[in-house]
């Protein structure tokens, strides 16, 4: 290993593996989509016993359901799989037509199903916390594609009556995956780290975002094959090519629809190049007090807090260094 930057890898291996969620929040997270969800069941009996116990179970997405939570996060987000036939209506019959399998497509002749996703939309979408839980339960409504996919009630379109939203949790994941693949796992290593960053200093910027961004910086950075070595550039280039993403329409995968990132966010990710800058330009030189200053100003005090418990013997995650 270079005599410079020796304190790198160690403690963005110590940060990282504390960032993962604790086997008992993921066993919260889940329990609490299995509790609510038993909660919607119960509901659904006005609607005959046919609606309740045809539903499929729910199908955890978002952070959870790809592998980018993080620790101590607050909330878990699960599609409510609608049944089949609270789509039918005498004029369609049940087909599905280009209307609701199109992204955009509207769910006009869905009545029963249409009337029944506001509801639960409304109820839950904003977050349902379980009492054993202490865990905000995320529930959309969504209906199954033939084409594959599903159609979400998205509460803000949704409710005013606008068009629904095609979602490919499937292909979503397989974006990720891919960006996974490409840099050597760095995809939801930087996921995880700017899901920090955002938590720490209150940037106004989606986590789907986040995502989205991250698998495209990834796709063109020179050194996306090095080991935890790089991390500090790793972090330091994603903030600087950051500042540029402001009022960016993203694909999203499967779905032929974007994602604004918005513009809120940039002051807090020019903060945080300036620091991981800095941060990167100390670790050079070996300087770790003032280094790790920077890198818990940017993540928080759990940049600290997980190097010292590695320092202590707890295990970290293990990944080669490389040279530079």
Known sequence: MSVDWRHVPARFEAFLAWLQPTPEERRRALGGVKAIADVVRCCLQAHGDRMKESMADPLVVGGFGKGTAIRDGDAVDALLILPPHSRESGRDSGRDSGRDTAAGGRATNIPAG???????????????????????????????????????????????????????????????????????????????????????????????????????????????????????????????????????????????????????WRRHAERAYRLAALAADLERDNRSSESLLCWSLVFGGEFLLARQQQMQGLPAVVCSGGSR
Not at 126 to 137: F, I, K, L, V
Not at 177 to 201: F, N, V, Y
Not at 230 to 249: I, K, M, N, P
């Open 114 to 264: 249409l009337a029944l996703a506001r509801a639960l939309a409304s109820q839950f979408a904003a977050g349902a916390e379980c009492a054993n839980s202490r865990m905000q339960t995320k529930l959309v409504p969504a209906f199954a594609c033939r084409a594959g996919g599903y159609l979400v009630a998205d509460r803000n379109r949704t409710l005013g009556g606008g068009p629904w939203r095609l979602m490919q949790p499937r292909l979503e994941v397989r974006h990720l995956e891919h960006a996974d693949a490409i840099s050597g796992g760095k995809a939801r290593h930087l996921i995880q780290m700017a899901k920090a960053w955002r938590r720490t200093s209150g940037a106004p910027i989606a986590p789907f975002a986040i995502e989205l961004l991250v698998c495209e910086f990834l796709s063109a950075w020179l050194y996306r094959r090095r080991g935890f070595l790089f991390y500090d550039w790793l972090v330091r280039d994603f903030f600087f090519w950051l500042t540029a993403q402001t009022g960016v329409e993203l694909p999203i995968p499967g779905g032929g629809e974007t994602l604004n990132t918005g513009t809120g």
